[in-house]
């Protein structure tokens, strides 16, 4: 497949930037623009990225997305946001959730949309279902079939808790293709990547790699940083040199 992939706003900090809640729309959105190219491509699929990072405003951000988009003739156009306006910073022991926008009920992105709910669901978000929306912007000009996807609320704290940037980006690519990305290689091992703080269950068992944090001046400078890594997970030990 061709497909066009853009987060939907400006970067933080510029104007018409994104939701900003418990996580923030503009930077979360790019996060995971990023993981589904890089799943999508691994998987075979040609992608481009149309992401707008110097939009003038709200409208001219929109117009420059589509216009990249509209320079490829693609399979499907694929808009990465985050939602807003669940209010729930204290959180209620539930998501407020997820959904995705099409332009009507015979878009040729139904199909997708409708996968890419079940995926995103799958991971423990409320899913809020395929909706029809004949007047955003991507979905009315964008030449390709077009679904815009609301990942979860930026503002209830359930949904940022349950959020991982690499899980939803895995979802949207599954819901896409049918297809699981593989974990990617460690290039020094040729290893499955592991979680920070884990190890391979393979390897040279009478060799041992050392990672030294930092050095301190000051005893409790050091001791700080030990805390930290404690609390992380990490066995973290002071060697005085």
Avoid: W
């Amino acid at each position: 497949m061709i497909i066009n992939v853009h987060a939907g706003h400006n970067p933080d900090g510029k104007v018409a930037c994104g939701a900003i809640g418990i996580i923030r729309e503009s930077t979360e959105a790019r996060r995971v623009k990023d993981a589904v190219i890089s799943g999508l491509r691994q998987l075979g699929h040609t992608v481009y990225d149309c992401t707008c990072e110097n939009g003038t405003s709200q409208a001219n951000v929109l117009s420059r997305i589509v216009a990249a988009c509209n320079t490829h003739k693609a399979d499907l156009d694929v808009s990465i946001h985050f939602n807003s306006g669940a209010g729930d910073a204290a959180g209620n022991g539930k998501t407020t959730g997820m959904e995705v926008y099409v332009y009507n009920s015979v878009s040729k992105a139904k199909g997708y949309a409708e996968r890419v709910c079940a995926a995103i669901a799958g991971l423990g978000f409320k899913t809020r279902g395929v909706k029809y929306n004949t007047g955003l912007y991507v979905l009315r000009k964008t030449s390709a079939p077009a679904m815009l996807i609301e990942c979860c609320f930026v503002d209830d704290k359930d949904d940022a808790q349950l959020y991982d940037c690499q899980e939803m980006a895995d979802a949207i690519v599954y819901g896409i293709t049918g297809q699981r990305v593989e974990p990617e290689k460690d290039p020094d091992t040729d290893q499955d990547a592991v979680a920070p703080g884990s190890e391979t269950p393979t390897g040279d068992k009478k060799k041992l790699y050392r990672v030294q944090v930092g050095a301190y001046s000051v005893a409790g400078n050091a001791a700080a940083t030990q805390d930290k890594l404690r609390a992380a997970g990490f066995d973290a030990i002071i060697v005085s040199a």
